[in-house]
């Protein structure tokens, strides 16, 4: 994408990145009709990743973060979007992921949701897509929190939306876990504007730095950075912050499953890697206080505990729930571990993991969409009437197993030097380990489909239609390429990581 | 025809008949499925990708000879991550024996499958295709990253056959199978991967090593390059450790205790049993384990840190234990899968005995042992197919009903023992003359016991075949379940393509006895260094 080609256009595309799916959503609940509204959405879903791909070019090109000054007004004082390269990375995964399952969403959507919610649907999918993509673009704490707000309240009627009834009650479970989130964020960001006077995440990095001298201030500083740290912690289903995941994720529509896996999460960890590294800064956060043992026990028993509980599941959605909460654990583990190796494991696991679960819920949703369930006991059987859909299904579970020649092997080589670079040979073992027991899971739900006598429904399904299968594939496709062409994940997460640990800028 | 895809493919520059070698498999793992409606035609699309890959790493053969070693660098996964290929003499070795046992492999599968009404035939054929685009992938890799994208794809698209038969009995096979191959892998072999780069900063197959032993001069008159002289230094414990995790890490060359997943993939149809877990797939876990100790570690630096000497012992326990358990095997297959755990263990036991000349004899083995043992699981196909038998107690006076398929057990029996006329017993021959000579006594001891418990075992079938009368029917004894046993016995050979299969794998043991310079020059290149 040239520069030329977005005109004008070009200085403004940060706040474009929020209005044009923030203004979409307003036109779209105009619209009556499902398939208007589902045209619309489309059209702008397919807007926000060239949009952003063009940013994250711009980055790497100069090697400098693009700042945009919201109605002119410099940093202190008004808000400034930031884009560096680890927002632009983060930026492309969502707003790609966003864009990829629109095209699936038309028939799983039509057959999941009445006809006169669907536009409601559509228009909250956009506000959504809005709060994930300002959370991950703002350089402001306190407007990272109403992109936050906008986001969850979004994702609280999305999973309402779901057929079952008891989407109703996880809906309700995920509203009171991430009020509390949020709750929390707010209260540490409250600290953090009583001690700097900003609420600028750069400006509150350089003011921390004296601050801290001060024990009083500290002592601020340090409950500040309690609170967040447990607020964020919750919004990304750190273990065992965790257990409003599984049902929002099981009762949700299909497609909304699929979008939240891949980039709620994301947008997240996104921000608490953002604040620990960027705002407290490495010296304060990971060098001198007991975070990373913190993490990197909570991550490690997520990665067993939470795969375990994959294992022993028989709805296949809570199953990849419960393998989400476990990747979400790999992340963070690179994370706590804070070098260069390791840090570009965790970035390159956040596009990897996004590709791949969303493929993996999306071929779910085509189930879903032939026979209503993806109770193990429904599906049995299903690979064989579903070839293609389940073909997809397999391959991006080989992806998840983190075999060599696909996505999720490059993460867990990073990972692992990460973990032989930070001296604990120990934490090696546990992440191959740990990702044995998916081998577990995703080999018996393969043995279920494959080879597992049909079941009555599973009989007489018929292939998914090209609309999903199409999506589907090119997500499934992507496991694969990414295995092999490392360019768009590991580089960039290199330098992202680079930017990270050399500090703010 | 023939003649025409000779001489074209000896026009063809290495490298692309590298990429050949792979791409042949792949075009006909993604073609089959499109004649799944005409069997033929379908049979036909296997028959011809299976000559044509053999055409081509028999073309690769005259220059390896001659000293060549074509190195194919197809990308860059990431630093570090090279997908890579190059043939080495081992590696030469190895594919010529997959790509040529894979074109009479084709014709008995059809004779097989065809013979027993299979299910799901495609599919059969398709999984086929892609775990021989595996093999060769991992018999040419140059690196150990590409070996280890090879070997796990190997893992995956033999799983399907494994559990072909979909019987709850083939599911257990099947997630035993996937959960220990996989699973020593990703736990033990992929650590021993990171390892290794982390402490020599490369993953390429190096004459000589790339590992750095503490007080030793590392080896770098063999060309390793720059590579070496940044390795870190290792004490022999970190070696041996590391030793330990690649023997365990690839599960395929079923060094006990991970050696379940052998006997329980005897569930998959014969064909699959006799190419793949007795050719390709357990084959490719020794050879790695070859690779490995010869261009990771290098002989010399095993020998000198005596990091490696665990292992002997290790692969000698195997040997006779394994052999223990076949002894007491009644169902063939089993008897057959024990035997072959034993088999490769010898393979191990001479890369473990460190010497230029054992591990000669371990690539003669791996050649005498992939002929042979393939004959044997032909004819124990052939009686499944004729006669419908799983066991060897039923076996008595079958000889004289199928007399080819019994002879060629026995010549399959006589190379399992170790004795001439046929290959076996020269590979055993290079790894007493290996351990002999530098006077370990414990892997002659070893190898002289094991060849008692190879007649053990082997002969009593052949004196039940040709010497002992058919018992009346119907048989009370085990496996005579149902009255459908019965009329079987009234029987005569199996199909044409099977007793043409094994009468060709058989001839191939006696001649590789009496021309073993195929292979000989091969393994003579490999321990000169290339």
Known sequence: MSSSSWGTAEPHLPILLVIVPLFGALLVTFLRRGILAWALTLAVTFVLPLIAITLLAKVLQTGQPIIYEIGNWPAPIGIVYKVDQLSAYVLCVISVIGAVIMPFARRSIGAEIQESAQSWYYAVYLLCLTGLLGIVITGDAFNAFVFLEISSLATYVLIALGRHRRALLSAYQYLIMGTIGATLYIIGVGLLYVVTGTLNFDDMATRLGPAIADPGYRNAVLTALGFIFVGVSLKLALFPMHVWLPNAYAYAPSVATAFLAGTATKAAIYLFIRVIFSVFGIALAIDSLPIPLVLIVLSIAAMFLASFSAVFEEDAKRMLAYSSIAQVGYIMLGVALANQASLTGSLAHIANHAVMKTALFLALGAVFYRIGSVMYADMAGIGRTMPLTMGAFAVAGIGLMGTPGTAGFISKWYLGLGAIDAGHYSIVFMIVASSLISVIYIGRITEVVWFRAPSESAKTAKEAPLSMLIPLWLLAGATVYLGFDTQATVDVSAKAAEVLLGGIR | ?530
């Open chain 2, 1 to 530: 025809m023939l003649t025409g895809l000779t001489a074209f493919s000896q026009d063809m520059s290495s490298g692309d008949l590298i990429i050949a070698a792979m791409l042949i498999p792949t075009a006909a793992a993604l073609l089959i499925p499109l004649f799944h409606r005409s069997p033929n035609l379908r049979e036909a699309v296997t028959l011809i990708a299976a000559a044509s890959l053999a055409m081509v790493t028999w073309s690769l053969y005259p220059r390896i000879i001659a000293g060549a070693q074509p190195e194919l660098k197809v990308w860059e996964v990431a630093p570090g991550l090279d997908l890579a290929f190059k043939v080495e003499p081992l590696g030469m070795l190895f594919g010529l024996i997959a790509s040529t046992l894979w074109v009479v492999n084709s014709i008995y599968s059809i004779g097989y499958m065809r013979g027993n009404d299979e299910p799901r035939q495609t599919q059969f054929y398709v999984c086929f295709a892609v775990a021989i685009a595996a093999t060769m992938s991992l018999a040419f890799s140059a690196n150990l990253f590409t070996m280890f994208v090879a070997y796990e794809l190997l893992t995956l698209s033999t799983y399907p056959l494994v559990t072909h038969k979909a019987t709850p009995e083939a599911m257990k096979a099947g997630r035993v199978y996937l959960v220990l191959l996989i699973g020593t892998s990703m736990v033990l072999f992929l650590p021993a991967i990171l390892l290794t780069w982390a402490a020599a900063g490369t993953l390429d197959f190096t004459p000589g090593g790339i590992i750095v032993a503490q007080g030793l001069e590392p080896v770098q008159a063999l060309g390793a390059g720059d590579a070496v002289s940044k390795a870190i230094p290792l004490s022999p414990l970190l070696i041996g450790g590391l030793l330990f995790l690649f023997v365990f890490g690839i599960g395929k060359a079923a060094v006990m205790p991970v050696h379940f997943w052998l006997p329980a993939a005897m569930v998959a149809p014969t064909p699959v049993s006799a190419l793949l877990h007795a050719v390709a797939v357990v084959k490719a876990g020794v050879f790695s384990i070859l690779k490995v100790v010869v261009y990771i570690f290098g002989i010399d630096t095993l020998s000198q840190t005596g990091a490696g000497d665990w292992l002997v012992y290790v692969a000698g326990f195997t040997v006779i234990m394994a052999s223990i358990v076949a002894l007491r095997q009644d169902n063939l297959k089993k008897r057959l899968a024990f035997s072959t755990v034993s088999q490769l263990s010898y393979v191990v036991l001479a890369a473990a005995i460190l010497t230029p000349v054992s591990a000669i004899g371990a690539a003669m083995h791996i050649a005498a042992h992939a002929v042979s043992k393939i004959t044997l699981f032909f004819a124990a196909g052939s009686i499944y197919t004729a006669a419908h038998k799983t066991e060897i107690s039923q076996l008595n006076g079958i000889g004289w009903k199928m007399p080819w398929t019994m002879s060629a057990f026995a010549i399959g029996a006589l190379a399992m023992i170790g004795l001439p006329p046929t290959a076996g017993f020269l590979g055993k021959w290079f790894m007493l003359q290996g351990a002999v000579t530098t006077e370990q006594w414990f892997p002659v001891a070893v190898i002289v016991l094991s060849t008692v418990l190879n007649a053990g075992y082997f002969l009593p079938i052949l004196v039940r075949a040709f010497f002992l009368e058919a018992a009346p029917v119907p048989l009370h004894a085990a496996g005579a379940k149902n009255a459908n046993d019965t009329h079987h016995d009234d029987h005569g050979e199996a199909p044409f393509p099977i007793v043409l299969a094994l009468t060709i794998t058989a001839s191939m043991s006696v001649l590789l006895f009496l021309f073993p310079d195929v292979v000989l020059d091969l393994a003579k290149l490999m321990v000169a260094g290339g």
